[in-house]
């Protein structure tokens, strides 16, 4: 999940410095705006690693925006006040009126992350706690609220790295205290409970971004524009509801007040500025090889080792669920052939997913692959799989924007169920470059016994590489989970991703079977 | 909650064979129509007390409709088919396409409410176990799936005599197993597990419906109606939603596919049939009194019980919430003064709610109350309250049906926080009959010092009686838990009254102290 936000990713001064002055305008004018409508409470929480400039970025947009029309709260121990009252008291509280901005940092999300780092609560009670602010968020904005939130994100390294770079600058020190480095210790607990929270409470009403915190200007600037436009996305769809409210009520029909639930979407939000943006994809090594007389070596020992495990797995009841996702070419079918030619016929299936049909269609879009979870002990093979949801009904229209980003919550719920339940699941990305796709569309055409495999809509996919690559982006950052991580693999060299997808099949297999 | 599905309804048989036929020819149409839409799933799920026609009801209305066009399942203990699967398999396995309708006895609800009920699992993992379910629900509701579901009640009373019948006819004793009995004796249990799932899946996008279960012909109407108007209402959206998108598209503006998130709601469905409704609110005996010299020993006697118990809970630290309401003139004020004589003034204090103010109106409806709850020790009476949102704004149109819907799940949250921070809470509603509010209506006309006390609303409210009845009948049944009950206080006779609230609040008080 995190792993989309440890890119490195720098945004140059000479930039920033352009960008600001345009940002900074764009928010005070939207802020005009909010206010004179009146009707949206903004909210903004800001949660994360210590040292990932949370405080920072709420310090630079109260510099960027009109002070007068910001909420600020910061919440710590409870006051006397405040214990003697329900824990969700101070935050109502708090509540920015319609057309107002309230900033967050260390919100309601702050004790139960914490207490669940610190093991002090349960699984079960870490998600009671959770149940209750997707609850609390939910009734604001479903009433017209405005959630945003945003988890500011450093590796382990990158933290250390900023602690004691903080601890060095004697102006700064002092913000350094033995409670972060406890944090910092506990670190991977910390970062559990990140990613169960941000699965959870990923809801579309209150949705998160994850932003990596290292650089100030890219954080800075990534946090506004997103603020700018969500933010004008939500002023533009009052303004679409208010006219066709007009519409109706000359048609006579009643409507109902416009809020986050019966607004219809927009998606233009007409951006002046945007940020450049690097995806994980773009930061694999795609340069590495294996030579074909390794490969075979190796091939031979993993498929031996795979069709033991393979064994093992269906006299243990262990279901194996490997799903295999990528550009068109990027060699799932070598990946597939070369599985299961270790595998036992009997106790394997190999699904391939394009379109759906009419008696699919007639159903939910988990419902195709719900149906074909095999018996306990068998293999399945998903050529494609339910993140077409996410990937080409995304990135070519056929689901709506709610409908995808809702996908993320859905998927993560399809999953958990699947590893309750003990299954194996192991999920690849194989990517190639533009270059790569474009040389083997090109050899296709050339071979005749492959030519087949080339149709209009490779090219056109190719079109929109760019948006795939996004969505791909997005799928790994709300998808990947330390139950069920993405495992990327670099495709421009054919055997080396055949065997790393082997080798890592193994590894998962081994660990699972012997647990 | 289930208060109101004890009321002894009943249809007589000449009135449910002038129904039936009617209503049956209407399910048909309607099946049809969804059938050529080919839009919407329909998935009806059963639940309830044992014996109290559920499977008797599913049989009906498999008569009454096309089962050509109804998928029904009864889900036992998993097959082992089913238990190398996720649980939810059988479940998606088993969904309705689109335009067709599915019949669920002991569906995803049966094995978590008896696990809870046998304390198989704690009350964190049944909370875990209904989330699933809400998630499973939500993800269906969203893609368009119209679901409905069913609470089939019987008391505990009613249960016994059922079961007996039962075991008595020897066509049908085959139907009663030790396991109901079992069942039986765990009622309590049962109904506390009840409770909570209904509280928390009574979701927007897929409400209960708790029905009486005495009387064969009243609940299969009751249904039959229930199911019926459900249909009419989205068939009616998905309508105007298609009238909404020409228009838009002329207007050349893109919309997205109608899904209950953002199809306009109708409210008019245009029943042909009704059923009568008895609300909890007509079995009251109005007619009990306390003379004048009995009440004012008794009055003193809770008069200073109260004040020690207040004075205590001031010491212990333990708050105290009272909320009344009821009609107008229904007694509210002289109940309050009664109480209140008996109280400290530093520590108690009486917030009446008429109008939001401007301030409060720039906010979320549950802030205005959440910010007056008092510091520890304190006691506070609410001369109405947060209940405004499902009763004034519900009958006077000020909250749409989206809103005040959804408010009963919104309510059960905030009541539930404040009695986990033990906060004593107490509901009183107030009834007088329609007569006794004329005859006070009119008392106060002629009396000086009381004229002010009523204005053209008080009239203007009573010819809304039956609308804020069936209102006070649909709060009672949602927000009655057995944590938060409602108290239905007999008004006709303010002595009577007076007493009932004051004995039923030092029994709360002396309770929750000696915890």
Redesign the interface.
């Known amino acids: 999940m995190f792993r989309t936000a440890e890119l490195d990713q720098k945004l140059p001064k000479s930039e920033y410095k352009q960008i600001v002055p345009i940002l900074r305008q764009e928010l005070l004018d939207l802020q005009m705006e909010l206010r004179s409508a ?1 009707r949206t ?1 903004v909210i903004i929480v800001f949660a994360g690693v210590d040292g990932a400039g949370k405080g920072a970025t709420v310090h630079v947009l109260n510099e960027w925006m009109d002070v007068r029309w910001i909420i600020n709260r910061a919440y710590r121990k409870p006051s006397d ?1 405040e214990r ?6 101070r935050f ?2 708090d ?1 920015p ?3 107002q901005v309230g900033l967050y940092l260390s919100s309601w999300y702050s004790r139960p992350v914490l207490d669940r780092a610190n093991a002090i609560i ?1 699984g ?2 870490f ?2 706690r959770l ?2 602010i997707i ?1 609390y968020e939910n ?2 904005a ?2 017209g ?1 405005l959630i945003l939130k945003f988890w500011m994100h450093l590796s382990q390294k990158a933290q250390k790295k900023r602690l004691k770079s903080l601890e060095r600058d004697p102006l700064l020190s002092w913000q350094v205290t033995e409670k972060d480095w406890e944090h910092w210790r506990l670190y991977d607990r910390f970062i559990e409970a990140a990613e169960r929270t941000i699965i959870r409470t990923n809801t579309g009403n209150a949705p998160w971004s994850i932003v990596e915190g290292v650089d100030p200007g890219y954080r800075s600037a990534t946090v506004g524009t997103g603020i700018r436009d969500a933010i004008r996305k939500r002023l533009n769809d009052l303004q ?1 509801a208010d006219a ?1 409210k007009t ?2 009520n000359t ?1 006579g ?1 009643e ?3 416009p809020t986050d ?2 607004v ?2 927009t998606d233009d939000v007409g951006s002046t500025i945007s940020l450049p943006q690097a995806t994980v994809l773009s930061q694999l090594d795609l340069s590495q090889k294996l030579n074909k007389s390794d490969y075979k070596v190796e091939l031979k020992k993993c498929q031996a080792q795979l069709s033991s495990l393979h064994r093992r797995a269906f006299e243990k ?1 262990v ?1 194996t669920i490997i799903v295999f996702e990528g550009p068109d070419a990027a060699g799932k079918g070598g990946a597939i052939r070369r599985i299961i030619s270790a595998l036992d016929p009997h106790i394997y299936q190999v699904l391939p997913f394009a379109a759906p049909t009419d ?1 699919e269609r ?6 195709r692959f ?2 074909r ?1 095999s ?2 002990g068998h293999t399945t093979v998903f050529d494609r799989s339910w993140y077409g949801r996410v990937l080409v009904e995304r990135v070519e229209g056929f689901a ?1 924007e ?2 995808w980003r ?1 996908a993320y ?2 998927i993560n ?1 399809f999953e958990e ?2 590893i ?2 003990s ?1 194996v699941l192991m999920k690849y990305w194989i990517h190639i470059d533009k270059d790569e796709q474009l040389r083997r569309f090109k050899e296709r055409e050339q071979t005749p016994h492959k030519s087949w495999k080339l149709t209009d809509e490779d090219w056109r996919n190719r079109e929109k590489w760019e948006g795939y690559e996004m969505a791909a982006h997005d799928m790994v950052q709300y998808t990947s989970t330390h139950v069920a991580p993405w495992v990327l693999v670099e495709g421009n060299n054919k055997q080396f991703s055949r065997i790393k997808v082997m080798k890592t099949l193994c590894e998962k297999l081994e660990g699972s079977l012997s647990e």
């Open positions: 009146a409470p006040e003697e009252r329900p824990e969700f008291w109502w509280r509540l009126p319609k057309g349960s079960p009670e998600d009671e149940d209750r609850a009734a604001l479903v009433d609220a679409r066709l519409v109706n048609r029909q409507t109902t007040a639930q019966n219809p979407e009841g279901s008696e007639a159903q939910h879009y988990l419902w719900w149906r979870l018996r306990a709506t709610k409908e809702r919550a859905e719920d169920q699947l309750e339940h299954i």
